[in-house]
C-alpha cells in the first residue's frame, strides 16, 4: 500500500529526496517513517515524523544530513538526504505507524513500502 519511489545512484556528497506515497486511510492520524537495510545487515531507523509533523527524530547517523517531512494533504512523506555517505547504501523502506506518535521501534510501525534502492559511489 505504500510506495517508495526517488532511489538511484550518487556520487558521495550529493542529494536524493525519497517519497512515499499511500492511501490516505493508511496514512490518516498515523506518524510515518523511513527505515534502511544495507545487505547482510538488520533494517534499521533512519527518521519518523508525528501526523502533524510536530515531533521529529532522527538516528545519530543522518541527523543533520537527512530532513523528513510530510504532506498530508498529498499523503506523501519525504526524506531529503544531503551530504551522502558509501555508508548510507541501502533500501529504504517508508513505514505507516499504528498511531499518531512517532518512534523508532519497528513493532511501532503497521504497514510497510517495497522500498526503493539507494546506492552512493565513493
Known amino acids: 500500500q505504500l510506495q517508495a519511489s526517488g532511489g538511484g545512484l550518487v556520487q558521495s556528497g550529493g542529494s536524493l529526496r525519497l517519497s512515499c506515497t499511500a492511501p490516505?486511510?493508511?496514512?490518516?492520524?498515523?506518524?510515518m517513517g523511513w527505515f534502511r537495510q544495507a545487505p547482510g545487515k538488520e533494517r534499521e531507523f533512519v527518521a519518523s515524523?508525528?501526523?502533524?509533523?510536530?515531533?521529529?527524530l532522527y538516528d545519530d547517523s543522518v541527523k543533520g544530513r537527512f530532513t523528513i517531512s510530510r504532506d498530508n494533504a498529498k499523503s506523501t512523506t519525504y526524506l531529503q538526504m544531503n551530504s551522502l555517505k558509501p555508508e548510507d547504501t541501502a533500501v529504504y523502506f517508508c513505514?505507516?505507524?499504528?498511531?499518531?506518535?512517532?518512534?523508532?521501534?519497528?513493532?511501532?510501525?503497521?504497514?510497510w513500502g517495497q522500498g526503493t534502492q539507494v546506492t552512493v559511489s565513493s
Open positions: 513505514a505507516a505507524a499504528r498511531t499518531s506518535y512517532s518512534g523508532r521501534d519497528r513493532s511501532l510501525y503497521r504497514y
Open positions: 490516505r486511510r493508511t496514512v490518516s492520524n498515523n506518524a
Open positions: 515524523i508525528s501526523w502533524r509533523g510536530d515531533s521529529l
